[in-house]
């Protein structure tokens, strides 16, 4: 089946520094999306991207869909201690069912 | 997670026994799924469906059985639960056409 790999596993910062995630696949996707999930949370949408080369934002997020589709990053800018959580990609074929596929997460945690 | 109800939240069961998770949306969405979420890892995409009648194994079927007999119900049954199917189990639901993904809040299941 599909893989997504994502990295780092984990993340601990400072407050106020940026972070990068990203997700790699060797199969292509049509669409990129970005989840975050807080404690006993089911994931919520943050980003989602629909074509190759595209970048998008959303606040201090900001997340681009690779040119090969085969992989893509999340950048938090200024991070703040509320951006503690579990961060995931997932993409999505356009085969039967659009099934979406999820990385492993990456574990932000914050220092104040 | 408007619009996406799971129940129950939380459920013990003893090794063999069968219980049914209930999934239900009010969104009028083609598309259902049940994935499961084990600690500290990705989501598994367990079961699908495209719409009412329709259904189909995802990366992690074995042990599950679902039905779509209603656009609004997807009920994921376990037969005879095992330690393994210990986790947490997330619903989620999209339109045909789109590529925003709602989760049901979860729901935490024990096997001892």
């Known amino acids: 089946g599909q893989q997504l790999n994502q990295s780092p596993q984990s993340m601990f910062i400072q407050e106020g520094e940026d972070v990068s995630m990203n997700c790699t696949s060797s199969s292509i996707f049509n669409t990129w999306l970005w989840y975050k999930q807080d404690p006993g949370e089911g994931p919520v949408l943050l980003i989602a991207?629909?074509?190759?080369?595209e970048l998008t934002s959303n606040g201090r997020l900001t997340a681009q869909f690779g040119i090969t589709r085969k992989d893509s990053f999340l950048n938090i800018s200024a991070s703040i201690p509320s951006d503690v959580g579990i961060y995931f990609c997932?993409?999505?074929?356009?085969?039967?069912?659009?099934?979406?596929?999820f990385g492993g997460g990456t574990r932000l945690m914050v220092k104040p | 997670n408007a619009g996406v109800t799971q129940t129950p939240k939380f459920r013990i069961l003893k090794i063999g026994q069968s219980m049914t998770l209930q999934c239900a949306q009010d969104?009028?969405?083609?598309?259902m799924y049940w994935y499961r979420q084990d600690p500290g890892m990705g989501l598994k995409l367990i079961y699908y469906s495209v719409g009412a009648g329709i259904t189909d194994k995802g990366e992690v079927p074995n042990g599950y059985n679902v039905s779509r007999s209603t656009t609004e119900d997807f009920p994921l049954r376990l037969e005879l639960a095992a330690p393994s199917q210990t986790s947490v189990y997330f619903c989620?639901?999209?339109?045909?056409?789109?590529?925003?993904?709602?989760f049901g809040e979860g729901s935490w299941l024990t096997v001892v």
């Open positions: 969104m009028n969405h083609n598309y």
């Open positions: 997932a993409g999505l074929a356009n085969n039967a069912g659009n099934m979406l596929t």
């Open positions: 991207l629909y074509k190759a080369g």
């Open positions: 989620a639901t999209k339109q045909g056409a789109g590529n925003t993904i709602y």
